[in-house]
């Protein structure tokens, strides 16, 4: 049994179900301050009792654990890609994402507003244009962005690296905090690939301060946020290599991958 398989069984073991309904119920988070963590199977497994107290598993047709599989866009620049290295706040980061098991699939635009805190803006999608952003596409885009920032969206997208991981969604049992755990993640171009380690795993808090319970929990073994850790600019950064990223070296270092010898040849297009 490999370790994603033998994660789902013992996590999703502790914790009550919640429904889709019953979690689009409660707050959708889509305004939210959020923190990452690289954590290892070890210190999730002395997390899980503690969330499993505080925490709902979401759970859909008896399935706990989920493949994502999500598409990229940025400018022949990397402008996306730069202005989250440098720390800027107007920023966007636009992606498809495919929910594979419930055949869902959506454009997602996530933004920062004054406060730093994530807006996240989402349009329902046909999952047969995966990858592609069509004129509705490209309008809604440019609507968010000048809702957002005042002015027209700045650059021409295309597709620039994909992704594929599992995912479990916590929700918390008062209020509307909610925490993601992710494996077996995967990065991939036409030209190249890498791998992250089974073994680690990518939490993700999401809480109206950025201090929620599954913070306390996890700062109570010792965890802390790690910071840049996005997996679009971790990704870009691993497979591109002499790309700048000395702003994610903490999280590619987690993540036990740098970009000069991340990133593999692939025989064939994903």
Known sequence: MSIIASTDSWLERGFLPISLSQLNGKAAM?????????????????AAGDLAQAFDMLEIDGLRAFTYETCYFDDADRRSYFDHHQGRRQRAKVRVRRYAEAGLCFLEVKLKDKRGITVKKRLDRDPAKFGVL???????????????????????????????????TLVAKQGGERMTIDCGLQFFTPEAQHAVDDGLFIIETKSANGNGVADAILRALHQHPTKRCSKYCVGTALLNPGTKHNKFLPALRKLGGFPSQGAQPMATQQ
Request: hydrophobic fraction near 35%; glycine fraction near 2%; charged fraction near 30%.
């Open 134 to 168: 069509d004129d509705a596409a490209i309008t809604y885009i440019d609507d968010v962005y000048r809702a957002q920032y005042g002015q027209p969206f700045p650059h021409q997208l295309s597709r620039v690296i994909d992704m594929r991981y599992r995912r479990m």
């Open 30 to 46: 889509l305004e939210r301050l959020d923190n990452k963590y690289v954590v290892d199977a070890t210190v999730l497994k002395h």
